[in-house]
């Protein structure tokens, strides 16, 4: 028992600087009734990089659940905005909340319900995460799958008590050109002997970017299904446009036409989720929940809770959701910052293949800025022989969405819809993305003592 406590002790004393267990948060009336820490991880050389990050314990069992590293999409975007809009045990009381006294509210559907989830601020320049150099201050695609490689394995060697569960690495939107890399890095520096070794299992991606060609262009297939175009206007475009309608030639008069068609009957619609009104980001309407930055903002730059979140004083100057020099549009060029030189993480998903890596894909069917079109197209190229056929899943009862499996020498990828489903998908289908999660991690548990 003193030994026991005298290595509580020294963990205590030599990690006290950069991590603390954060019991209260303005907004929360009383304690926190999950173990939420906060830290910094250093990287780089003379840990020029200073990476923040928020672990949510998981409430069923901490130490036997998976261990989760969430990457928020952009990329640029913090990890505090998927904790308090989507998956994280905390959201805002938007009756309640007013000017600047906000307040929070539990989260019934939080993915800690049934893992442990770490939301990085990565790269830095995100969120609470900065740079002590113009060097560090740099990143791209590539180089952000070796930073959250270095992240974890730093994280875990200051949480050793992690270092055994099962680990996935998960993400959104953007970070579907990321999340591949990083499984694949884990793999091949496990391979190389690197330590710690990493108990890396599989992938859980939400509405993904992939493929920076098939998923732009899926949004064009996909108005058409849900019939926000014509079957006159999609057979013009098709045959004008020769299968490209995002990086199409300009020369070509009769495909410019036809898209200018495609743009007047889509270009009011809102993308994160077709049956969602118009909404401006910065409108409090509840109708625009998740679109709320104004929320978010307010409560993450207020000294207070900086204070409770055990932020470093005077780093930051204002904490914002997205930070826009990062984050990726369509055809955005490189920024002094970062780069987008992932073309396509479909060679990496191929790789995965040999490695016995899990793969859960999961689509909001009514997502048009990543539409599951897309999604089911790239897996059909990879030609893999299907586990289990498409079926309904569903939630007390109900169709839920559709599910498919593909398994090729102990690899999977398993492809999930969630009906109605947006972007944002925990936002509108929290129940639903919590119940695929939890019964896709627990249905291959056991591979987890290999
Ligand atoms: C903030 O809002 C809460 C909940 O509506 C309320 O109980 C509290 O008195 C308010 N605090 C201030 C300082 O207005
Ligand atoms: C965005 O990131 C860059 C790179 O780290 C940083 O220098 C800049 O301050 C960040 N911008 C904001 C508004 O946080
Ligand atoms: C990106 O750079 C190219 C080449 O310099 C330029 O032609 C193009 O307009 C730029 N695109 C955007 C969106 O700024």
Request: proline share 5%.
């Amino acid at each position: 028992m003193m030994i026991f406590l005298f290595i509580i002790f020294l963990q205590f004393i030599t990690s006290s600087h950069s991590k603390a267990i954060i019991k209260n948060l303005p907004g929360f009336d009383g304690d926190l009734p999950f173990t939420l820490q906060t830290g910094y991880i250093g990287m780089g050389e003379d840990d020029s990089m200073q990476v923040f990050y928020y672990l949510v314990e998981s409430q069923r069992s901490p130490s036997d659940d998976p261990l989760l590293l969430y990457l928020t999409g952009g990329p640029g975007s913090s990890g505090l905005y998927p904790f308090l809009y989507q998956i994280g045990p905390l959201s805002f009381n938007y009756e309640s909340s007013k000017g600047n006294n906000i307040t929070l509210e539990l989260n019934p559907y939080s993915w800690s319900k049934a893992t442990n989830v770490i939301f990085v601020d990565l790269p830095v320049g995100v969120g609470f995460s900065y740079a002590k150099t113009w060097e560090a201050s740099r990143s791209g695609d590539s180089i952000l799958a070796l930073q959250s490689y270095e992240f974890l394995r730093k994280w875990l060697v200051e949480n050793p008590r992690f270092m055994n569960n099962p680990l996935y690495i998960s993400g959104i939107s953007y970070m579907g050109i990321v999340v591949p890399n990083v499984a694949l890095e884990i793999y091949n520096g496990n391979e190389r002997g690197n330590q710690p070794q990493l108990n890396i299992k599989g992938c859980l991606i939400v509405n993904p970017l992939t493929d920076k060609y098939v998923n732009f262009n899926a949004r064009f297939e996909f108005a058409h299904r849900l019939a926000l175009i014509s079957d006159d206007i999609y057979e013009s475009t098709k045959a004008t446009c020769g299968g490209n309608y995002v990086y199409n030639d300009p020369g070509n008069m009769l495909c410019a036409d036809n898209l200018k068609r495609v743009d007047e009957c889509t270009s009011k619609i809102t993308y994160g989720n077709i049956l969602e009104p118009g909404c401006d980001a910065r409108d409090m309407e509840p109708t625009c929940k998740t679109y709320t930055d104004t929320f978010i903002e307010t409560w993450a730059n207020n000294k207070d809770v900086q204070k409770a979140l055990n932020v470093r004083e005077g780093i930051i100057e204002k904490w914002e959701t997205t930070n826009k020099s990062i984050s990726y549009d369509l055809k955005k060029n490189d920024t002094i910052y970062y780069s987008y030189d992932v073309w396509s993480s479909i060679p990496s998903h191929k790789q995965l293949l040999s490695k016995k890596c899990q793969v859960l894909i999961i689509c909001g069917d009514h997502d048009m800025v990543f539409p599951y079109v897309g999604t089911i197209k790239w897996i059909r190229t990879l030609n893999l022989p299907i586990e289990s056929p498409w079926e309904p899943w569903f939630v007390r009862s109900q169709v839920a969405g559709y599910q498919v499996t593909y398994a090729q020498s102990g690899s999977s990828i398993k492809f999930a819809t969630v009906k109605g489903g947006g972007h944002p998908l925990a936002a509108y289908n929290p129940e639903e993305a919590l119940v695929m999660m939890d019964g896709w991690l627990a249905s291959h548990a056991y591979l987890s003592d290999s």
